[in-house]
């Protein structure tokens, strides 16, 4: 603890340090900010943390795994630009490199993402996240995120296959990019991705949700996006597929190009799971979204079942951790209320 309140006492050019605001702190490799990497800087908070920490990161390539532990809560990383601001490695399920042991992070797909999220509260903005690990890699995680209250904004998210693993708790997604080939979204979080860009690679699913029982709240809307593909003639992307009997899935308002197969969705090679998932478009338009040719075990959604997955109310109904920021003026923007 007196590492953490000698930071707070420390001042430099670059950051700004209120008494009663969070603590903020910077990352650079010039040597400018506190520390040269992202990792040092979260290496440096106390366990556990329940106080807001912002760390800016300087642009550049961050060529290092980084993880936020279990209890290191409350932690914002602030980019300055997605282009420019890049966490970047290289593990896969089948070979990992990474300064914590599998004790603490795991195993295959689980391990092996460049970015492993585990504290509550985290937020990103203007932050890529990227896994380089080249086509056909097998799996190969940029971000997995296995913690409640998470939100990213004008995020990137770069891989192939399992490119975002949004593993467990309640997250927002907001004007982020997302891009992939073979079940490149996937886990059994409570997700809603808002005006976010999904850019399909290679023949795929673009999902793989898990949720394993109609009980749970789980599953992902995508709200107001936009899917691209690579300009092919032919249909190559599937919208989703159910990792788990009861996987849930939500495209509302989503223009989706000709990439997208007319079938729409598949089965993992298991007609069971056809009476357990529910997989569903709502109002969608663009080449790709024609429901005349979709599986016939797609769900229609009327206006009053549409309704619950068409705001933040789907994450957050009780307002207790979205919330609008009472500084800004523009369109409705949920951001954390601990942010």
Same mark, same amino acid.
């Given at each position: 603890?007196?590492?953490?309140?000698?930071?707070?006492?420390?001042?430099?050019?670059?950051?700004?340090? /209120?008494?009663?605001?969070?603590?903020?702190?910077?990352?650079?490799?010039?040597?400018?900010?506190?520390?040269?990497?992202?990792?040092?800087?979260?290496?440096?908070?106390?366990?556990?943390?329940?106080?807001?920490?912002?760390?800016? %990161?300087?642009?550049?390539?961050?060529?290092?795994?980084?993880?936020?532990?279990?209890?290191?809560?409350?932690?914002?990383?602030?980019?300055?630009?997605?282009?420019?601001?890049?966490?970047?490695?290289?593990?896969?399920?089948?070979?990992?490199?990474?300064?914590?042991?599998? @004790?603490?992070?795991?195993?295959?797909?689980?391990?092996?993402?460049?970015?492993?999220?585990?504290? +509550?509260?985290?937020?990103?903005?203007?932050?890529?996240?990227?896994?380089?690990? /080249?086509?056909?890699?097998? @799996?190969?995680?940029?971000?997995?995120?296995?913690?409640?209250?998470?939100?990213?904004?004008?995020?990137?998210?770069?891989?192939? @296959?399992?490119?975002?693993?949004?593993?467990?708790?309640?997250?927002?997604?907001?004007?982020?990019?997302?891009?992939?080939?073979?079940?490149?979204?996937?886990?059994?979080?409570?997700?809603?991705? +808002?005006?976010?860009?999904?850019?399909?690679?290679?023949?795929?699913?673009?999902?793989?949700?898990?949720?394993?029982?109609?009980? +749970?709240?789980?599953?992902?809307?995508?709200?107001?996006?936009?899917?691209?593909?690579?300009?092919?003639?032919?249909?190559?992307?599937?919208?989703?597929?159910?990792?788990?009997?009861?996987?849930?899935? %939500?495209?509302?308002?989503?223009?989706?190009?000709?990439?997208?197969? /007319?079938?729409?969705?598949?089965?993992?090679?298991?007609?069971?799971?056809?009476?357990?998932?529910?997989?569903?478009?709502?109002?969608?338009?663009?080449?790709?979204?024609?429901?005349?040719?979709?599986?016939?075990?797609?769900? @229609?959604?009327?206006?009053?079942?549409?309704?619950?997955?068409?705001?933040?109310?789907?994450?957050?109904?009780?307002?207790?951790?979205?919330?609008?920021?009472?500084?800004?003026?523009?369109?409705?923007?949920?951001? /954390?209320?601990?942010?």
């Amino acid at each position: 603890m007196g590492d953490f309140q000698a930071l707070r006492n420390r001042s430099t050019p670059h950051i700004t340090n /209120p008494s009663n605001g969070p603590l903020l702190m910077r990352v650079a490799q010039d040597g400018s900010g506190h520390f040269r990497s992202v990792q040092a800087a979260i290496d440096a908070l106390p366990l556990p943390n329940r106080q807001r920490v912002v760390i800016s %990161v300087a642009s550049g390539l961050y060529r290092q795994p980084v993880y936020v532990p279990k209890q290191k809560n409350c932690i914002t990383l602030q980019g300055e630009d997605a282009f420019k601001t890049i966490l970047q490695w290289a593990n896969t399920a089948t070979s990992i490199q990474h300064d914590q042991s599998p @004790q603490v992070i795991g195993t295959g797909t689980f391990a092996c993402g460049t970015v492993i999220v585990e504290g +509550e509260d985290f937020i990103a903005q203007n932050i890529t996240f990227e896994n380089a690990a /080249p086509q056909g890699a097998g @799996q190969a995680v940029a971000i997995r995120v296995t913690a409640d209250r998470c939100a990213f904004y004008q995020c990137r998210f770069l891989g192939w @296959q399992d490119t975002a693993y949004l593993h467990y708790g309640r997250q927002y997604f907001r004007d982020c990019y997302i891009e992939g080939s073979v079940d490149f979204i996937f886990g059994n979080a409570q997700v809603l991705l +808002e005006h976010c860009h999904i850019h399909c690679k290679s023949a795929g699913f673009i999902t793989a949700q898990s949720c394993r029982s109609a009980e +749970e709240p789980t599953g992902y809307v995508f709200l107001r996006c936009v899917i691209t593909g690579t300009g092919s003639a032919k249909p190559y992307m599937h919208l989703g597929r159910p990792w788990q009997p009861c996987a849930r899935v %939500v495209f509302a308002y989503t223009f989706m190009d000709g990439c997208i197969v /007319p079938a729409g969705w598949n089965n993992w090679s298991d007609r069971e799971k056809e009476r357990t998932a529910c997989f569903c478009e709502y109002r969608c338009t663009g080449p790709g979204s024609s429901l005349a040719q979709r599986v016939t075990w797609m769900r @229609q959604l009327t206006e009053a079942d549409a309704a619950k997955f068409l705001s933040v109310d789907f994450v957050d109904p009780q307002r207790t951790w979205l919330t609008r920021p009472t500084h800004t003026a523009g369109p409705y923007t949920p951001v /954390p209320l601990s942010a």
